[in-house]
RNA sequence: GCGGGCGUAGCUCAGUGGUAGAGCGUCAGCCUUCCAAGCUGAACGUCGAGGGUUCGAAUCCCUUCGCCCGCUCCA
């Protein structure tokens, strides 16, 4: 077992709050479900974790290093709107995706998205028909031949291959008396009911038997749908974990993004926005303005960092899942040739970044989606994931690192009537006159997308340190470039002039670097209590000012995770903390 | 949304029908020349909220909110 699963969560999260790092939103009104604020602290030690992405990612992209294309990586910030035009996220498919039916067994409890439960309906022909004839969605489709009919209905840009495959599966029953049906356990099966014996069959043996049976000539047809489909079964349909009957819920619908109105009328009908469930269609719906008044081409970047709103059915553990998060992500643009290139050097660069800034190798994991994980349009996603004590062993995902393909891009084009396609004259063949033909396309993507407050939490997480052997134990190792406190300056007590240089230092560290974070003074009760005060809030350098100070000008500096203490000149203070924070 | 657990000072918790407590922390003073030291003192509570039962409720009942865990979900 790592560290990790052995750090207790309510003990971080004591310290958090005791130190002002997290405190439940809206509090003193009993909290807000899924809404947690910063404190001084934890306002600080985010603002860090946010600058140092924006420097490593914006300012001196991948440390200065050079891309696939052997040249320096380059990319650009903008700052888009919470609130967006609501066909953006009609083009982004997040008003349709966003909008899962759930359902649940009364008998088990079990809760499972209703798009999952799949229902086989067996009959015979004429019993299917008048089924079908008799929904909604038949009549407004003007009564169609049945393969049209299932072509309409699961023949839409989001099945999964799998889903694909259950359909083929089930036309090719109807068709041909060829039947594939799948296994597994969100499988549910409605047999016509005239035969009980059948029906029993079908409704416990699945699916090995109901193939047989399927060639029976009573059951020319079979059809697979959908709980929440627009045809809906009559509430008969068994649970697929417990097979208990008649004990799904009706399908209920829960909506991830997070409604609002526009104007000061409050007119829901006229003017419903939402606002964002994430940062990155702003970016691609100012992809073409970008491109049009920067001199920057492609390959590049679009960063961009802020608050996203998500509607979560479960808000839970702490930050980690909350209904208001901050993201940081980058939309890198770049030619469809060497997209899996640049998507290959994102992926490890992101990996290798979270690292630099403190996260343990042991603690993070990078993970590269499933083929069927995968969303229609990515040729490649991959997760880096932390293990938090409230997932150990297990992991909980920091950043998405997607191949997103043209699909944003063309999305926004078709949806817009704006034509967002480049035009790259890098490319193409050599005219006489030296120059490149130049070549017209639609740029591909790669999307890393990270978590802040997901992020901040990890670091939080693994930051918090216990040792029983120290005169104080429980502490905070946050890397320097993060820690809110960035220094502390004591005089060993509270005399002899000591208070004076202490406050001219503090002064000096301040101006120099006040603006990365805290520098901290503090002349009251022993030195002791004071370094404990600074490990708690994971200050990583304390500089004392003691009776030798005023003979020589020097001073010690405490390093919090070794207590080591080393002599220095007071004019070289400022220098050794200058070092230490980059 | 279902089930389980929890909610008392900044933190950790005791208190099960009879005056709201402890330790730590915080603050002030004294002391103190390097690791939560010592002494003295102080502040800090709608007992998560609302309602009910009772002479009397932190305690019993109902409702509600929040946090944690499981199911589940998670671009």
Known sequence: ??????????????????????????EIYGGINGFWDYGPLGAQLKKNLRDAWWQDMIMNPCWGRKGPNGERVSCVPVETRIIQHPKVWEASGH?????????????????????????????????????LQNTQAWNQRGGLAIPEYFTLLFGGSSLTPEERADLNAVVAITRSERPNLPAGPKFSVLAGGQDEALEQLAMTELPAKVRKHL????????????????????????????????????????????????????????????????????????????????????????????????????????????????QAELEFFCHPDDSQAWYKFWRDFRMEWWKSIGLASENLILREHDKDELSHYSTGTSDVEYRFPFTA????????????????????????????????TDRGELLPNGSKKGERYIPHVIEPAAGLDRGALALICEAYTRDESRPSPEFLKLHPRIAPIKAAVFPLVKKDGMPEVAEHLHQELSRRFGHMGFIETDEKQSIGKRYARMDEAGCPYCFTIDGDT?????????????????????????????????
Request: glycine residues 8%; contains cysteine; aromatic residues 10%.
């Open 215 to 326: 060639r029976d000539e009573r059951f020319q047809l079979a059809m697979l749908y959908r709980l929440g489909d627009p045809i809906q079964d009559d509430g008969y349909a068994p649970c697929p974990h417990c097979r208990a009957e008649n004990c799904l819920t009706e399908p209920k619908q829960f909506n991830l993004m997070f409604p609002t109105v526009v104007g000061a009328t409050g007119d829901w009908e006229q003017n419903k926005a939402y606002l964002r469930p994430e940062t990155a269609q702003g970016i691609f719906v100012q992809f073409k303005n970008v491109v049009d008044t920067t001199r920057i081409r492609v390959p590049f970047g679009i960063g961009n960092t802020g608050i996203s709103f998500r509607n979560e059915v479960t808000p839970r553990n702490y930050t980690f899942r909350s209904r208001e998060f901050e």
């Open 550 to 582: 005023l003979k020589d000008q020097t001073v010690t500096v405490r390093d919090r995770d070794t207590g080591a203490q080393e002599r220095m000149a007071i004019d070289k203070v400022a220098g050794f903390l200058g070092e230490k924070l980059l």
């Open 1 to 26: 077992m790592s560290e990790a699963t052995t750090k207790s969560m309510d003990a971080i999260m004591a310290l958090c709050k005791r130190r002002g790092f997290i405190y439940q939103a809206s």
């Open 393 to 424: 062993p297990g992991f909980g995902e920091l950043e998405g690192i997607a191949h997103r393909g043209c699909y944003d891009l063309s999305q926004h084009q078709q949806h817009s009537g704006v034509k967002l396609d480049y035009f790259d």
């Open 95 to 131: 008003v349709a995706g966003f909008n899962d039916p759930m359902t649940m067994c009364k008998e088990c409890k079990k809760l499972m998205r209703a798009d999952h439960v799949w229902v086989a309906r067996l009959a015979r022909e004429g019993e299917w028909l008048s089924f």
